[in-house]
């Protein structure tokens, strides 16, 4: 589904990744952890489409699409999703009018037919269930007002929603609560299919015993310099980063 | 465009939509109209973006129709004043009061106070009458100029299909004069008078000298005493006692001759207890030349009388490199002439190359009531100097203003307002809010609030912020798949919301939808 092969990116002339390489196929979850400044939030960026970011060399193919030549909503109504770190606000732009517009937008382009608002109530009221969330939001301002949980929910909302086949999830879980964060976990495996996939983009390993990864990968300086399975992230969770950093380092 | 035609569905679905979710779910009231609310904003969307589908950059409008013209000779002098004033079988003090207003404007000069730029306006090369020339009024559709008919099918307001438009009655006018009036018999059963103007004076003349001229005197301005002395025609509209007009009442204004000046004149009467909401719309063909409009509107509300003033206005905004386009000189006020009344100004202005406009309120009655939602948007060489008066002059009186600049491209868009609170309105009461927003970095906002308080007992407040359209929310909305040009559409709409909930249904659809066609272009 997802093939990134030595992929480097600078922003303003500084390198962020570093030949950094991942498979994503269909089905799978991947959890990316790493410390701060490793080039999380980077990675979900380049590959949603975010401009500000310079690609120096290497490749992103996504469902034999040259990933990285597309437009952002392109990207976006081929199937990917983004959940933001920190959701936008957009005044005075209805919640479900906005979401109605985006999955029309994505079944426009799969040349399925729009949904009309009757619908389009019925899918949503169906799917908010799945994040347990105040219907009063969807009748909101888009993120206007919303607590940072329930800005964060209304991303697994739209998730639901537009049903993506590759959704990444850049720090979802920060700034979450236990509960806000068993929500939008449930929300997740419940979304969850043999066809799409997940890129999990987390510092912490209490997320990841909500949502459990196939694979886990420690970026760190731009590169993967580790990858495992789940049990990967609870030791991390016990030694921190540490000890992987300076195995990385040494032979260079 | 057939917005009037898909108005129509959006209603049919609306309904349906309402009655399914009453249905559905077991809702409070409050809900009930949440909902309602949050459906209109859906159905907005939807039509904002069959419209963007069926359309092109360039000024849709553009076209200009064959229709045999009858004009009087370039300039204007006694006897041009006179040939109108007689060409409409004016009684004599009519003609009077015009050649009164024609000595007095003679003695004006032009303002220069406005922040707007234009060539001088020559006075002498415009021609001041036009008018379709089988002018023997239609008395049916039957009657109309099957060619005038062809106009409005462009125009997405086809004659054949407004009674079927239940809930709107429209006067519409071409250039001068009034070529169709439906709905009037509904009306007249209720004793509301909605004529043109020409038609008000021969037949309601004792109104016209009681009323015409006492809002905006004929000596008010360089622009409005211009209109007295030539106005050519608009709608009067009379809504007796205790009587609350069951329609919207609608006019499409429309500049359709070269060289000619139009100069409307709209005076709306709602005596005590009555309510009525009038919508005005306008578009017009393209052209090289710039026009020059010069309207007055005249509302006057008596005892607890409501009136509801609407415009979305999309006259010719010039080309791209600012060649063309209306030169709009607008006087509007209204005077809350009873206790209890009200007055609330809507504008949704998206068009003209110069837009100079100030709908104002006069609150004379004690506890009257005056509003004004304003949205002025001006992309590439447009510029607007736009705002309110509110002038406090009874007790306890009350205005609120909304105001939302939108700028794109190289344009410049001032508001300009004055809450003025009189020695003798004590209590009174203004808040006012005036946010500007900036697409790209070569337009300009201005903000000139002006406030003379005269009375210590007044509360005045007056909040602003200028904002950008950020990069964070393009991206955000790209990301859900929505393309850069519909994701401005959408945050502009969003930043100007509490004026477009002001507008009725149709208004605010039709509004949204020139909204996105003016932004064409002016991102990415």
Known sequence: MLSIKNLHVSIEGKPILRGLNLEVKPGEIHAIMGPNGSGKSTLA?????????????????????????????????????????????????????????????????????????????????????????????????????????EKKRNEILQMAVLNPELAILDETDSGLDIDALRIVASGVNKLRTESNAYVVITHYQRLLDHIIPDFVHVLSKGQIIKSGTKELALELEERGYDWLLEKSESPS | MSIVSSCQFLFFNLDFFVQYALLAMNMDRKNQILNSENDK?????????????????????????????????????????????AKKNE??????????????????????????????????????????????APKSLDEVDPELIRTFDKLGVPLEERELLAGVAVDAIIDSVSVATTFKNKLNELGIIFCPMSEAIQDHPDLIKKYLGTVVPYTDNFYATLNSAVFSDGS????????????????????????????????????????????????????????LHAAIVELIAMEDAEIKYSTVQNWYAGNKEGVGGIYNFVTKRGLCAGNHSKISWTQVETG????????????????????????????????????????????????????????????????????????????????????????????????????????????????????KVSEDQIFYLNQRGISTEDAVGMIVSGYAREVFQQLPMEFAVEAQALMSLSLEGSVG
Request: aromatic share 10%.
């Open chain 1, 45 to 149: 960026h380049v590959l949603s489409g975010r401009e500000g970011y310079q690609i120096d060399s290497g490749s992103a193919i996504y469902k034999n699409l040259n990933l990285l030549e597309m437009a952002p909503e392109i990207r976006a109504r081929e199937g990917i999703f983004l959940a933001f770190q920190y959701p936008i606000e957009i005044p005075g732009v209805n919640n479900t009018s906005f979401l109605k517009k985006a999955l029309n937008e994505i079944r426009k382009h799969r040349g399925e037919e729009e949904l009309d608002a009757i619908d389009f109530l019925s899918l949503i009221k169906k799917q908010m269930k799945l994040v347990e969330m105040n219907e009063d939001l969807l009748r909101r301002p888009v993120n206007q007002g919303f607590s940072g949980g």
């Open chain 2, 41 to 85: 904003n859906i159905a907005l969307s939807d039509e904002q973006q069959t419209i963007q589908n069926i359309t092109n950059q360039d000024y849709k409008y553009g076209f200009v129709t064959d229709i045999e013209m009858e004009e009087f000779p370039l300039g204007l002098n006694e006897n041009i004043v006179r040939m109108i004033s």
């Open chain 2, 91 to 136: 009684p004599e003090f009519m003609t009077e009061w015009r050649l009164k207003a024609y000595r007095h404007w003679l003695k004006m000069k032009e303002p220069k106070w406005p922040k707007l730029h234009y060539p001088e306006v020559n006075f002498d090369d415009l021609y001041y009458y036009a008018a379709p020339k089988n002018e023997n």
């Open chain 2, 236 to 291: 009067f509209v009379y809504i007796p006692p205790g009587i609350r007009c069951p329609m919207e009442l609608s006019s499409y204004f429309r500049i359709n001759a070269a060289k000619t000046g139009q100069f409307e004149r709209t005076l709306i009467i709602a005596d005590k207890g009555s309510y009525v909401s009038y919508l005005e719309g306008c578009t017009a063909p393209m052209r090289d030349e710039n026009q």
């Open chain 2, 352 to 467: 003209s190359a110069v837009t100079w406009k100030y709908p104002s309120c006069i609150l004379k009655g004690d506890y009257s009531v005056g509003e004004f939602y304003s949205v002025a948007l001006t992309n590439n060489f447009q510029q607007a100097d736009t705002g309110t008066k509110m002038i406090h002059q009874g007790r306890n009186t009350r205005s609120l203003i909304i105001s939302k600049g939108i700028s794109a491209g190289k344009s410049n868009n001032a508001y300009r307002g004055l809450v003025k609170v009189s020695s003798k309105a004590e209590n009174a009461r203004n808040y006012s809010q005036c946010d500007s927003l900036l697409i790209g970095d070569q337009c300009g906002a201005h903000t000139y609030p002006y406030m003379e308080i005269e009375n210590p007992s007044a509360q005045v407040e007056h909040e602003a912020t200028t904002s």
